[in-house]
């Protein structure tokens, strides 16, 4: 029974002081990590506008080339030079989120580029969603009336080719397209 005791302090302990390292961590690390979220968002819009940068100069170069509009708390980028416009989309795939960020000519209907930030599904199917190759299907889609993602694109003008064996990523994918773009129209049409 001492043995037993000894054992349950000896493992409190250890999850206690455990937990007081791993909470330090993310103190210690929280403002780099934002730093870092931030600088790779910049260094995704600067590349689908195609503004050459470095690391050391991102800031600046983002902050000439690129500007912030926001509206019904909607944040939009817009490129200075060639008024593409970019927000982040954001919503639920099948394993987890898909979060990207999407850039629309300056009619604010085609597709000049999309990236994915971040995506949860399974590697080797869903997964492709992320992929440089699949996303550049959507260059020159048109968001009116909606993004399709279909095994069999009929009408170039905005349907996608999906991921082969991952029809529910697919479909989740064109759903979050569609969703995040309406709210986003709507947002940057009423914009002051």
Do not use: C
Not at 59 to 70: P, R
Request: charged fraction near 20%.
């Amino acid at each position: 029974m001492k043995d037993y005791v000894k054992m349950i302090i000896f493992i409190l302990i250890l999850g206690l002081v455990t937990s007081v390292l791993l909470g330090g961590m993310d103190a210690l690390t929280k403002d780099r990590i934002a730093e870092n979220q931030e600088a790779e968002l910049k260094a995704t819009l600067l590349r689908a506008y195609d503004i050459d940068y470095t690391f050391t100069n991102i800031h600046n170069v983002y902050d000439n080339s690129v500007e912030e509009v926001e509206n019904n708390d909607f944040t939009f980028y817009v490129d200075k030079t060639t008024g593409k416009i970019s927000y982040v989309f954001e919503g639920n795939g099948v394993w987890g989120p898909i979060i990207g960020v999407i850039t629309l000519e300056s009619d604010f209907e085609t597709i000049s580029s999309i990236t994915i930030l971040q995506q949860e599904e399974t590697p080797g199917l869903g997964a492709v969603v992320a992929e440089r190759q699949y996303l550049e299907n959507f260059v020159g889609k048109k968001m009116t009336p909606e993004i399709v993602i279909t095994k069999n694109p009929t009408n170039p003008e905005n349907e996608v080719r999906a991921i082969s064996g991952a029809t529910r990523t697919s479909n989740a994918f064109a759903n979050i397209l569609n969703t995040n773009y309406a709210t986003a129209k709507e947002a940057w049409d009423t914009r002051g």
